[in-house]
């Protein structure tokens, strides 16, 4: 890939107007991330697009956003890499900005697995699209696995689903372990919120011998996208690592806030806890905030406040993606 050179941007009138959300990720080998990441450092800063992108020597992982001409000269700038022909992005439009910054990183991992020997670019699971998801859910002989985090099933998930109870994505490896065995549960069906994670757990499935694994392709979110909702078999909200929190079952954005402490999702019965604190503290997260954290955290609330007063920006009031 050379993005030296920038796109002139388009002239399609209206539909250069509104900001762009583009999510996108490729398990591909990249033999020199730092010099991809300087030149998409250049391209992105020229265009105003902000957001975070995750490089590693297995692929690229981001969540940015900018003016639609930007998105879609950015996509077709990846798409003359030959390591990125092809790549698909879930486009969604924002009212505004939902990043403040530009975060280019260099990671081990695109994803948090903690298992290096992966390799998700040669082997998966068969993806099923959305179309033919409820099918599955429908046939008794296979063990429907949420693959993602405890905070994430408590807010919503499929009918018949069961969940990992893991706090993080590398707890995964460790669950499997305890609580599977194929020669019991040969057949697995799992999904998880864009589908990256599943990349990597139906790769680790398969290779500690489960005989057929499947995921769902593009995730919950695509799944929201495309099935009707008399059809759908969702039920509850399905978590996003942006400030929507939560989307509801038509893709709208739920009722749940972010815990600034920790970043859990808060319904009414957290809000309502003694243990709340806007900006500060949650019933998850209060018995383990040290008094300089909380002290930190009404500091940031304070900023905040006063830069909305000032109708200036304030970077600690966007929840990015980690």
């Given at each position: 890939?050379?993005?030296?050179?920038?796109?002139?941007?388009?002239?399609?009138?209206d539909?250069?107007l509104?900001?762009?959300?583009a999510?996108?990720y490729?398990?591909?080998?990249?033999?020199?991330?730092?010099?991809?990441?300087?030149e998409?450092?250049?391209?992105c800063?020229?265009?105003?697009?902000?957001?975070t992108?995750?490089?590693?020597?297995?692929?690229?992982n981001?969540?940015?956003?900018?003016?639609?001409?930007?998105?879609t000269?950015?996509?077709?700038?990846?798409?003359?890499d030959v390591?990125?022909?092809g790549?698909?992005a879930?486009?969604?439009?924002a009212?505004e900005?939902?990043?403040?910054?530009?975060?280019?990183?260099?990671?081990?991992?695109?994803?948090?697995?903690?298992?290096?020997?992966?390799?998700?670019?040669r082997?998966?699971?068969?993806?099923?699209?959305?179309?033919?998801?409820?099918?599955?859910?429908?046939?008794p002989?296979?063990?429907?696995?949420?693959a993602?985090?405890?905070?994430?099933?408590r807010?919503g998930?499929?009918?018949r689903a069961?969940g990992c109870?893991?706090?993080?994505?590398?707890?995964?490896?460790?669950f499997?372990?305890?609580?599977?065995?194929p020669?019991?549960?040969?057949?697995?069906?799992?999904?998880?919120?864009?589908?990256?994670r599943?990349?990597?757990?139906?790769?680790?499935?398969l290779?500690?011998?489960?005989?057929?694994?499947?995921q769902?392709e593009?995730?919950v979110?695509?799944?929201?996208?495309?099935?009707?909702?008399?059809q759908?078999?969702?039920?509850?909200?399905c978590?996003v690592?942006?400030?929507?929190?939560a989307l509801?079952?038509s893709?709208?954005?739920?009722?749940?806030v972010?815990?600034?402490g920790?970043r859990?999702p808060?319904?009414?019965a957290?809000?309502a806890?003694?243990?709340?604190?806007?900006?500060?503290?949650?019933?998850?997260?209060?018995?383990?905030?040290?008094?300089?954290?909380r002290a930190?955290f009404?500091?940031r609330?304070?900023?905040?406040?006063m830069?909305?007063?000032?109708?200036?920006?304030?970077i600690g009031?966007?929840?990015?993606v980690?």
């Open positions: 890939m050379s993005v030296s050179k920038v796109s002139s941007p388009s002239s399609d009138g539909a250069d509104g900001i762009i959300v999510n996108f490729r398990f591909v080998t990249i033999d020199d991330p730092a010099t991809l990441r300087g998409l450092l250049a391209w800063q020229s265009r105003g697009v902000r957001g992108v995750l490089l590693a020597h297995e692929g690229l981001a969540s940015v956003a900018g003016a639609r001409a930007a998105i000269d950015l996509l077709a700038e990846l798409a003359r390591r990125f022909a790549l698909q879930r486009l969604t439009p009212p900005a939902p990043f403040r910054r530009l975060k280019i990183k260099l990671k081990s991992e695109i994803v948090s697995f903690g298992r290096p020997n992966l390799a998700p670019a082997r998966t699971g068969t993806h099923v699209p959305p179309s033919a998801w409820n099918a599955l859910l429908n046939d002989a296979i063990l429907v696995l949420d993602r985090n405890a905070y994430e099933f807010l998930s499929f009918a069961e109870g893991t706090r993080t994505f590398k707890e995964f490896p460790a499997v372990e305890r609580a599977l065995d020669a019991r549960t040969p057949k697995i069906a799992m999904f998880c919120t864009g589908g990256i599943c990349e990597k757990a139906s790769a680790y499935l290779a500690r011998g489960f005989s057929e694994v499947y769902l593009g995730g979110l695509r799944y929201l996208e495309e099935v009707p909702a008399a759908s078999r969702w039920q509850g909200e978590f690592f942006d400030q929507r929190v509801d079952d893709g709208e954005a739920g009722n749940h972010p815990c600034h920790c859990q808060l319904g009414e957290e809000l806890s003694p243990h709340y604190e806007e900006g500060v503290s949650c019933p998850y997260c209060y018995s383990t905030l040290t008094e300089t954290r930190g009404r500091e609330r304070r900023q905040v406040a830069a909305k007063r000032r109708q200036l920006p304030h009031a966007v929840m990015e980690n």
